[in-house]
């Protein structure tokens, strides 16, 4: 079945940078598209970024563009997030949800059991 | 402030049946098709009706799922003290080039 493994939680100062992985298994990783969600502590979820099956379509929310980038190894079935000049408003769970077609355009069907990042001084 | 506005809070007693409403606008539920999601207290949320009203496989036929204009509404009929959880639902914003979910509705099964 469909696994999606978060790694890179920590501990990070603001301002610095983090990158987190999600490694996937179960499933033809290099057909679908995949995205990042968040949730701060307490609140709801907030989509973060998308990637199309290949890589070359990628969207962001504004809270993070410029700041994030998504991409993906499809020869090592894992998705990434670099995260760079990172606030405290970044502080939350990470997850990684898997696209239901090869697009950015389809509905998250398998979610990661998250990572957590802490960004504080 | 969310694209998706959900009430916080929703109840009902064993067995009830309950709705959860989500509002949106032209360009995300009135272009696109809805999804929701369960997430059960401490753990990763959960698919559980996507494309406005289809259930995946396991999802019990007591969770439906409707769209009307640029509104959608999630159902829980017969209602059990398991389905307490935070629900949520999420669509494609044409306009943002962006998914975007409802703030969240927290179920309480009195």
């Known amino acids: 079945q469909v696994q999606l493994v978060e790694s890179g939680r920590g501990v990070v100062q603001p301002g610095r940078s983090l990158r987190l992985s999600c490694a996937a298994s179960?499933?033809?990783?290099?057909?679908?598209?995949m995205h990042w969600v968040r949730q701060a502590p307490g609140k709801g979820l907030e989509w973060v970024a998308v990637t199309s099956y290949d890589g070359n379509n990628k969207y962001y929310a504004d809270s993070v563009k410029g700041r994030f980038t998504i991409s993906r190894d499809n020869s090592k079935d894992t998705l990434y997030l670099q995260m760079n000049s990172l606030g405290t408003e970044d502080t939350a769970v990470y997850y990684c949800?898997?696209?239901?077609?090869?697009?950015?355009?389809?509905?998250?069907?398998?979610w990661g059991q998250g990572t957590l990042v802490t960004v504080s001084s | 402030q969310s694209v998706l506005t959900q009430p916080p809070s929703a109840s009902g007693t064993p067995g009830q049946r309950v709705t959860i409403s989500c509002s949106g606008g032209r360009s995300n539920i009135g272009s696109n098709t809805v999804n929701w999601y369960q997430q059960l207290p401490g753990t990763a949320p959960k698919l559980l009706i996507y494309s406005s009203n289809q259930r995946p496989s396991g999802v019990p036929d007591r969770f439906s799922g409707s769209k009307s204009g640029t509104s959608a509404s999630l159902a829980i009929s017969g209602l059990q003290s398991d389905d307490e959880a935070d629900y949520y639902c999420?669509?494609?914003?044409?306009?943002?080039?962006?998914?975007?979910f409802g703030g969240g509705t927290k179920l309480t099964v009195l």
């Open positions: 179960g499933f033809i990783f290099s057909s679908y598209g």
């Open positions: 999420a669509t494609w914003d044409d306009s943002l080039s962006a998914w975007v």
């Open positions: 949800a898997k696209g239901h077609s090869s697009s950015w355009y389809s509905h998250f069907d398998s």
